[in-house]
């Protein structure tokens, strides 16, 4: 909240448009404010970030005052008030990813990147941030690159996975450790038998 | 009804009151801080916990609505413990800057830490820091000090009507801020430094000037608009140090208008402080015998040719005692009206706000005519606001396009929709006719007009088919902009038989018809209009009536003299002196008395208590203080033509409207729209 962004023009786009109008068509009439986290992350979704343009652009489709909006915009973490690179990678630095080794995660994030956390490469391909729990802790460490979570991270796995983006392939998002979701790494350990399916 | 006992009183309230609200029906106080009782509850602070039986934790209990059976223990080890809590936390960030703060000594913070605070605080690490922000001339911020209980949001949101002001951030990094650093727009903003619990929001004009407790306490009346609110002038020495608000329900409950507010420091600039006499077309420096003297002898030359106007600031006393002198001269040119509203003296019913402000609280109808009360009196239009905000009131306005802080249809700027309205026609008709207590509010801006006469005949008309006055209500009202007018209008101070009003004064001023204009701080007319006339001016300030006068004679200011006013409501109010005028300037009405004895036709009173009772001879009204007493109901105004040119408000600028504000730096600035200005870090160590 120090140096306000500077500022970038916003419109919705007709796409953006037809999503924030049925976003408001779940509220009954007269309470489209309700809709004003939804067209918010529409706004974000359409200019990368939400800028004080985007925050009067909803304010006016919802006939709110704008503060009203910057005050919601501001509340929530996961609305960016300034610019961020193509990628935004959010490492979670929580306790359980922090004591499944995610200090070694970021350190390797940091010099892959060459970046701090708030900051952004040079060709605007990467943001770096630092985010409280993203709710992945049976997968830990883990970080969060646009829509898509990145788990069972290890130094290598992670430094694969910007190398990957960078070059513009979209690596398999979860567990990068090879298991199946949060299945027991090493394949089950109950229900392992056909006995235990009982007679069919 | 629930029933509930606290600390072992048992009490019953009605459905909805809170614990907190309960317990102080009891006189049991609980501390707060972002409680307020005329705004929402938030319960953001914490500091109201009480001990609730059968509920696990302590309970916030300004949130906690009273329930049947409910037994509350507000002191117990528990709760103790808890409040210490709060106070901890709160301190955290806090800075321990009491000394250089100007909330010290009346700061909610402060006291409520001598009851609940530790000896030490046990937070070693860095305390966060908040740049201030801008706020405007009126308020300044220290936003470090700011413990987010939010009722400066929730004051300029639910009062004011404006949504400037907002929390930014969430947690330790909430900030309290306006939308994109504009300065506040409300003409109430400055009412959000008494709300302020802590130091963040003070003073602007007033910061380092004073500790509270050197402060020397007067409880007066205002006289900056028509609402007469009930004020607490602070005073140090023989200078006003600030102006805040008292609690009155009846007239402006806990708030004051930033005018009424701040133009003090025009208190003290561009004072008349002693005689002046034009000699050779320069103002020279007399003595009282000498200036009084000079104007004897030109009343006395003049003959009846002498005519006196008012202006809007002028004390009762000083009016009734300009009225005996101008009879015992036999001149009936006197006018109140220096604007030139069409108010009539005869019916008082016709230029009082009838249904009194408060009730616009038992209001389902309003139409607004020539006026913009958001400007005119930004109080009473706060109380419209509230009344509206229940859902129960029905606003429309004839008049300037405007926001007035809530929704109103907009009728249409001339004297035709009124016209519509009054005949029945117009469709908002039925909605007034229909409603239980319909009101109109009828502004200057419908009366000070060529046609006014015809304007308020057409309202008087409304007010008679709508059904606007009835038993128990009379639902016509005259929003007045000048403090003078009712008392002036009760005094009947207007031209006589065969006597001029304003317009008719300048006229004769202009043909030599007229000879003496007194000037009563009137500062509105058309000086070049005065001709050759010889004009003398009894004010307070150098304003635009002492430029033109050929003998300045110094009044007091409402803050210097116990004076009666009477406001908008027809409540007849007394100022208590809080300082005394400066320099050799005199109580306005003991001036007119030493003129009269100068021009060998003494009045006779020698004492203000004389005066007073002269008043209460003169209109039985000025026997009752503070009240207000319904006035019959009759015809006024006629039914001559009404003009196409649409209504304007008499208020241009609602920083400036009369000769203290103007000479006020503060209005000044905040009428340059020095709004915007950027703060220059100051301390209490900088000059």
Aim: glycine letters at 10%; proline letters at 5%; a negative charge.
């Amino acid at each position: 909240m120090n140096a306000p962004a500077p500022d970038e023009p916003f419109a919705f786009t007709p796409e953006s448009l037809a999503r924030a109008e049925a976003e408001i068509a779940k509220y009954p009439p007269g309470r489209q404010q309700s809709a004003v986290m939804a067209l918010l992350d529409i706004a974000q979704r359409q200019q990368g970030w939400v800028s004080q343009s985007a925050i009067e652009a909803v304010a006016a489709k919802l006939e709110m005052a704008p503060m009203r909006v910057q005050e919601v915009a501001s509340f929530y973490t996961m609305y960016n008030l300034r610019p961020v690179g193509r990628h935004h990678v959010q490492v979670c630095t929580n306790i359980s990813c922090l004591l499944r080794g995610s200090d070694e995660i970021v350190a390797a994030l940091r010099e892959r990147l060459g970046v701090d956390f708030g900051e952004t490469t040079e060709d605007g391909d990467f943001t770096l941030s630092e985010v409280e729990c993203l709710g992945a802790c049976v997968n830990a460490p883990m970080m969060q690159v646009g829509d898509d979570y990145y788990e069972d991270l290890t130094p290598e796995t992670a430094r694969a996975v910007l190398d990957a983006l960078a070059k513009g392939e979209t690596p398999a998002p979860g567990p990068q450790g090879g298991r199946q979701f949060s299945a027991p790494e090493g394949g089950p350990t109950t229900l392992t038998g056909a006995a235990d399916e009982g007679e069919s | 009804m629930p029933k509930l006992t606290i600390d072992g009183q048992e009490i019953e309230v009605e459905a909805g009151t809170t614990v907190l609200q309960a317990a102080e029906m009891l006189g049991i106080e609980i501390p707060r801080f972002c409680y307020h009782e005329r705004l929402a509850i938030a319960g953001n602070c914490r500091m109201c916990l009480v001990e609730i039986e059968k509920m696990p934790k302590p309970t916030a209990s300004c949130a906690m609505p009273a329930g049947e059976g409910m037994v509350v223990h507000t002191d117990t080890p528990m709760i103790r413990k808890a409040r210490r809590g709060v106070m901890e936390l709160l301190l955290i960030n806090h800075p321990l800057d009491c000394p250089i703060c100007d909330q010290g000594g009346e700061c909610d913070l402060q006291d409520q830490a001598m009851a609940y605070g530790m000896d030490r605080g046990r937070f070693h690490e860095a305390k966060r820091a908040v740049s201030r922000k801008n706020f405007g001339p009126l308020v300044e911020t220290v936003m470090t000090r700011c413990i987010h209980c939010t009722r400066c949001v929730r004051f300029i949101t639910e009062v004011a009507g404006m949504s400037d002001l907002g929390a930014l951030g969430r947690g330790e990094h909430t900030e309290i801020t306006t939308y994109v650093g504009r300065a506040l727009g409300s003409e109430l903003s400055g009412n959000i430094i008494d709300l302020c619990p802590v130091g963040a929001l003070t003073n602007k004009p007033a910061a380092f000037t004073y500790r509270s407790w050197e402060l020397r306490k007067t409880e007066t009346v205002d006289a900056m608009d028509g609402l007469g609110a009930s004020i607490r002038v602070d005073t140090r020495g023989n200078e006003v140090m600030r102006v805040l608000p008292r609690t009155n329900d009846e007239i402006n409950e806990d708030w004051l208008s930033d005018r009424s507010r701040f133009a003090y420091d025009g208190l003290k600039r561009r004072r008349l402080d002693r005689c002046y006499v034009r000699r050779d077309g320069r103002p020279v420096e007399a003595s009282w015998s000498e200036a009084l003297a000079v104007v004897a002898e030109r009343m006395k030359a003049a003959g009846k040719a002498v005519a006196a106007i008012a202006g809007d600031q002028t004390d009762c006393e000083t009016m009734a005692a300009v009225k005996d002198l101008a009879m015992a001269l036999g001149s009936a040119h006197i006018d109140c009206r220096q604007d030139g509203a069409r108010l009539e003296a005869g019916l008082r019913a016709s230029y009082l706000f009838n249904s009194t402000i408060a009730g616009i609280e038992e209001a389902d109808a309003l139409v607004l005519v020539g006026s913009n009360p958001r400007l005119e009196a930004p109080v009473l239009n706060a109380r419209i606001r509230k009344r509206w905000l229940t859902g129960q009131l029905t606003v429309a306005a004839i008049g300037p396009e405007i926001d007035l802080t809530y929704r109103h249809q907009w009728l249409g700027d001339g004297p035709s929709v009124l016209a519509d309205l009054a005949a029945g026609t117009h469709p908002f008709f039925k909605v007034l006719s229909q409603a239980e207590r319909p009101m109109l509010i009828l502004g200057q801006g419908g009366l000070a007009r060529s046609d006014g006469s015809a304007v308020l005949g057409r309202a008087a008309h409304l007010a008679d088919a709508a059904g606007l006055v009835k038993d128990g209500w009379n639902g016509f009202n005259v929003l007045h902009t000048a403090a003078a007018r009712v008392g002036g209008l009760d005094l009947g101070f207007v031209p006589g038989m065969g006597g001029r009003d304003v317009a008719g004064i300048l006229d004769g001023a202009r043909s030599g018809a007229i000879k003496v204009v007194v000037l009563l701080g009137a500062d509105e007319i058309d000086m070049d209009g005065l001709g050759d006339a010889f004009v003398v001016y009894l004010g307070s300030h150098g304003d635009k009536g002492a430029a033109r006068a050929d003998v300045i004679l110094p009044g007091a200011a409402y803050t210097e003299k116990n004076a009666t006013y009477v406001n908008t409501e027809g409540r007849v109010q007394r100022t208590v002196r809080a300082v005394f005028p400066p320099g050799e300037a005199k109580e306005d009405w003991r001036v007119v008395r030493a003129l009269s004895e100068a021009l060998g036709k003494t009045l006779p009173y020698d004492t203000l208590d004389d005066v007073q009772t002269r008043l209460a001879a003169i209109n039985p009204v000025f026997g009752t203080l503070d009240g207000v007493m319904p006035a019959a109901w009759g015809r006024c105004g006629d039914d001559g033509p009404l003009d196409g040119a649409p209504f304007v408000s008499p208020i241009v600028d609602f920083y400036r409207t009369d000769p203290i504000s103007r000479a006020s730096e503060t209005m000044a600035a905040c009428s340059a729209g020095a709004a915007t200005q950027t703060i220059q870090g100051k301390t209490g160590t900088h000059g």
